[in-house]
């Protein structure tokens, strides 16, 4: 046999323009330098209660089924979510968590030459998905940590395909009343499509926040983004659903691969999405505990931004007492909070409510740290 010869760099396979521009998503820490140590993880936004313990007889049930393909149509988990949510359910999409539907979504309606809107400090994932269709991501500036609907309409250019906004937005925690999602809607050409991802809207407690539905029922060109990741605990399962215009489930349905979504997941999802009791428990829980924790830390001297989710963005502005010594000193502590540098947030870390004696343990490290 003869040696192998040198490829020449023109000979090796090549991935698309754009892929190799990508910052691979950087997900939260779950360990710390002590592999010993017991783990505080409010660094992904999980739910600390974890998930409803109907889901969790549904799940062991399931082993029985393993052998099994899943129904390829989802269609017992849609009709679950349409129930509990007033929804039509064959408009319903359901994907391996939310990111892989804002992945088909991207692929679908944006590629070379077009270009992937959202705001400054968007959830990073719009950007991943837009290079990865080769489509060019553009940012829109942001007041006050908040989404800011004059600055995104100006962005807009023929080019534009799809305008991402996550209401509220992680990693800030802010948000956009009804009446700026619908203003923001009415801006733009009827062939964008605006993605309105609504991964916290189980946790928002605001009179005038809406999680976007009554667009997608008015409108050809919203979409609605939700997990199970969040509220629901099954991060894991990987579980996520849209709520869209017929033309574009029909879309999704086209590309999505016919398995997408695991029969486990879809007894998981309905079980959960049915104990609608432990939804609204898990709520209130958030909503003692996100106040407590905004008023605890901001007495501590720290910047606190208002947040309708389950994690807060906390700002340090004392030069001697920076966000990354504050990340050391909660890690050497067993506690993991997200360092948001990659957000353009390099003074801040997002920590996630947690359990009560999670939410007291961050607080006096950082009451600890900051002395
Ligand atoms: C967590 C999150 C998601 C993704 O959740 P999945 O686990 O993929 O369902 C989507 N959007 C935002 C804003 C999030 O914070």
């Given amino acids: 046999m003869s040696a192998l010869k040198k490829p020449n760099a023109s000979a090796l396979p090549k991935p698309k323009p754009g892929i190799l521009d990508i910052s691979p998503y950087v997900a939260g820490k779950s360990k710390t330098k002590d592999a010993a140590a017991k783990i505080l993880k409010l660094s992904s936004n999980e739910s600390s209660l974890g998930p409803s313990p109907k889901a969790l007889k549904a799940y062991s049930e399931h082993a029985a089924k393993l052998h099994r393909y899943p129904d390829s149509s989802v269609l017992e988990l849609r009709k679950a979510i349409a129930a509990v949510h007033g929804l039509d359910a064959e408009r319903i999409v359901c994907g391996a968590g939310s990111d892989e539907l804002i992945g088909l979504l991207t692929h679908a309606y944006a590629g070379e030459g077009d270009e992937v809107l959202y705001s400054e400090h968007g959830f990073l994932m719009y950007k991943i998905y837009a290079q990865g269709s080769g489509a060019t991501p553009v940012t829109a500036a942001e007041k006050n940590l908040t989404a800011d609907v004059n600055a995104i309409l100006a962005k807009v250019t023929p080019k534009t395909r799809i305008v991402y906004l996550a209401n509220p937005n992680n990693p800030t925690g802010s948000y956009l009343a009804a009446s700026e999602l619908k203003r923001l809607h009415d801006g733009l050409p009827g062939d ?75 007894a998981v999802g309905i079980a959960a999405v049915e104990d609608v009791a432990y939804t609204e428990q898990v709520k209130k829980h958030n909503n003692i505990w996100l106040a407590w924790m905004s008023e605890e830390l901001t007495k501590l001297g720290l910047l606190v931004h208002p947040s309708i989710a389950n994690f807060l963005l906390v700002e340090f502005t004392s030069p001697g007492k920076t966000s990354a010594a504050a990340n050391v000193f909660l890690m050497d502590r067993g506690i993991i909070a997200r360092e948001v540098v990659n957000y353009g947030l390099p003074k801040c870390l997002r920590i996630t409510i947690g359990t009560e004696e999670e939410n007291r343990a961050v607080v006096d490290a950082l009451r600890a740290f900051l002395a």
Avoid: H
Avoid at 223 to 249: E, N, Q
């Fill in 192 to 266: 964008v499509i605006l993605a309105i991802d609504s991964a916290y809207a189980e946790f928002a407690d605001k009179a005038d926040y809406s999680c976007g539905k009554e667009l997608v029922d008015m409108t050809q060109n919203t979409v609605m983004l939700r997990t199970f990741s969040k509220i629901y605990g099954l991060s894991s399962l990987r579980i996520g659903w849209g709520y869209f215009p017929a033309a574009i489930a029909d879309v999704l349905n086209r590309v999505r691969g016919p398995f997408n979504v695991s029969g486990v997941s879809i």
